[in-house]
C-alpha cells in the first residue's frame, strides 16, 4: 500500500526566510510519480511540480526547489526568500497504481504561514 | 485557472438525504477523478471515470457513485447522507495518454458539502 507522511503540520516563517517542507513516502512499486499541489484558502489544489521514480534530478522553477533523493524514500520542498502570497497549505501526493486509474494518494499536508 | 468547473459551490444537506455534485473538465481532459477533503486532512481518492465507466476506485462505500457524460463532465452521488460525509469534493481532470499512462491532475475549487 502507498502512503506519504507529511511530518510539518504547519510552519511560520516571516517574510524573506526560507522554508523546507518534508515529505516522505512508501510504495512498493519501482515505476511512481511524486507531486506537490498548493491549496490557498480558495480551496482549488494548485499544481506545482511532477516528477517520476526514474529522475532523481532536482528541480528548481524561480524561488522553488525540489529535492528527490530515492534512498531516503523523501521529496522534498524548499520556497526561498519567502512571501505571504505563499501563505497557503501544501500537499505532497504520490500516484503509482495504473490499473487504479493513477489515484493519487495526498499527505496530510502542511500549513505554511508567512507574516510580513 | 484550470478549467476545471465544479457546481455548487456549497451545499447544505440533512442526513439521509441524497445530493449531486458537479464537475466539468478541462478543454481535451478525457479522464475525471473526485476525491474527497475532510478539514484539515489531505485528499481521498473516491474513484476515477475514464471514457464513461469508472476506472479506479478508494475506500468508498457503495452509496457514493459517479456518471460522467460523452462531454466527459462528470457528477459523483451520494446516497444516505451521514454527517462525516461533511466536507469540501474535489474534483480533478487530466488526460488519459494510452498504454495506461495519465496527465497531471488539475483541480477544480471544490464543492463544500456540509450535512446537519
Known amino acids: 500500500a502507498q502512503k506519504v507522511t507529511q511530518a510539518q503540520t504547519e510552519i511560520s516563517v516571516v517574510e524573506k526566510e526560507d522554508v523546507t517542507l518534508d515529505c516522505v513516502y512508501e510504495t512498493r512499486d519501482t515505476t511512481y510519480y511524486l507531486f506537490w499541489y498548493k491549496q490557498p484558502p480558495s480551496g482549488e489544489l494548485v499544481f506545482l511540480i511532477r516528477r517520476n521514480s526514474f529522475d532523481e534530478q532536482n528541480e528548481i522553477s524561480g524561488r522553488y526547489s525540489w529535492n528527490f533523493q530515492k534512498s531516503t524514500s523523501s521529496f522534498n520542498f524548499t520556497i526561498t526568500a519567502s512571501q505571504v502570497v505563499d501563505s497557503a497549505v501544501y500537499f505532497c501526493a504520490l500516484s503509482e497504481d495504473e490499473a487504479a486509474g493513477n489515484k493519487l494518494t495526498f499527505g496530510g499536508g502542511t500549513r505554511v504561514l508567512v507574516k510580513p | 485557472e484550470t478549467g476545471v468547473t465544479q457546481s455548487p459551490t456549497h451545499l447544505i444537506k440533512t442526513r439521509g438525504q441524497q445530493v449531486t455534485l458537479r464537475c466539468s473538465s478541462q478543454?481535451?481532459?478525457?479522464?475525471v477523478s473526485w476525491y474527497q477533503q475532510a478539514l484539515g486532512q489531505g485528499p481521498q481518492f473516491i474513484f476515477q471515470?475514464?471514457?464513461?465507466?469508472?476506472?479506479g476506485r478508494g475506500n468508498f462505500p457503495p452509496r457514493f457513485s459517479g456518471l460522467q457524460f460523452p462531454n466527459y463532465s462528470s457528477e459523483l452521488n451520494v446516497n444516505a447522507l451521514e454527517l462525516d460525509d461533511s466536507a469540501l469534493y474535489l474534483c480533478?481532470?487530466?488526460?488519459?495518454?494510452?498504454?495506461?499512462?495519465?496527465?497531471?491532475?488539475?483541480f477544480g475549487a471544490g464543492t463544500r458539502l456540509s450535512v446537519l
Open positions: 480533478a481532470s487530466s488526460e488519459r495518454l494510452g498504454a495506461g499512462a495519465q496527465g497531471i491532475q488539475y
Open positions: 478543454s481535451g481532459h478525457n479522464t
Open positions: 471515470y475514464y471514457r464513461e465507466e469508472e476506472n
